[in-house]
Structure formats: C-alpha cells, structure tokens
C-alpha cells in the first residue's frame, strides 16, 4: 500500500506527451517513455551532466540546462572574424599568389567570371567563380562530421548512453531504450537539478 507521505515527496515532470520523469527528490529519478524505462540516481545525472556540458565547449552543439531557448546562440560577429582571417600572413600570402597569377595570365580584372582555382595547394587554371567558391572546405566537413558522431558512455548504475547532435538514448538491459530529443533534455536538466541538486 503506498503511503500518502511516500507522495508527497514524489514529484512528475512531464517531459513531452510520452514522457516522464518522476523524482524522488534528492536521490534518484525515474524516466518513463512510451515504451521504456530508464532509473538514474543522482551520482548518474551529475556525470551525464558533465559530460554534455564538455561536448557542449568542444562542438557548440546548442545545448544550455539554463536558458530557456535551446536553439539561440551566441550572436557572431561576422565582419570581425572575415576580418580576422583575411589579416592573416597565410591569407594575403594565398591572394597574392592568386592575384599574380592571373595578372600573369592577362585576366585580372577583366570581368570574365573566372577564377584561378588550387587544387592540391597548386594553381591549376581557371574555374567559374561559383564553382571555386562553392567548394566545401575540408576543415568545416571535419567539424560537421564531428557533431554527428555518436559519443558512448556507462553511467555509474550501469545505464548506458548514446549522446549524439539530436538527444540522448539511455540503454538498459531489462528494459526498451528511452530517447530524449533536445528539448525534453531541458526540460529534464532543469528539473534534475531543481529536486536533485547535483549543482
């Protein structure tokens, strides 16, 4: 028989419309999804804590247990970072080399929509301006590539995590995985450290 005291102390948080998170305030917290279930006591939630809060420096994922909109970022100053780079020794040395070029070549200026394009670190010959411009560089694909990568750790109870750019998915081996997307991530984040005080 359950105890109107034992109630009193529980606390439901509703995540989304399938989901849950029941606290027993102070020492552990239980996630119901649609289909699963997932039991984390506190020690679990401060370390999962911890490590979002890491990739968050490392990879700008958009992640904040504070803010009330995940999705807004820090406002970027465009012109000072363009600025920036275009300053430095390596940028004015591969304009130059450009710039030569095609003033060797008879085309600098000449309003013909080419450019002298570098294939290898080596200028090959003239290419439509879109096409050269277009070109993915190779060092933001890394970046993209990192922030769709899956990182895998076991919390202290034995729960396994999946942490990847869209939520969390816990593991368990008695029951289906639970997913949390973004915002109920927040939400869940908000409410840990509200009854669980693991900050």
Known sequence: MIKLKDLLFEKRVRLSLHKDADFEPGQFVQILGKKGKVKLDKK???KLAKVIRNMVGKHGMGWSFTEEKMNEKAERNYKEEYKKFQ???KSKKYRAELNAYNRKKGTYGNGDGKDASHKGGKIV???EESK???RAEKSRLKK???LNEATNITLPNGVKVKIDFNGITFITR???PVFLNREEM???FQASSKYLRYT
């Open 186 to 188: 927040l939400k869940f």
């Open 132 to 134: 050269n411009r277009g």
């Open 174 to 176: 008695t029951s289906k």
């Open 44 to 46: 679990s939630v401060k």
């Open 87 to 89: 300053s430095s020794k």
């Open 144 to 146: 993209e590539e990192k």
């Open 125 to 127: 010959g003239f290419e």
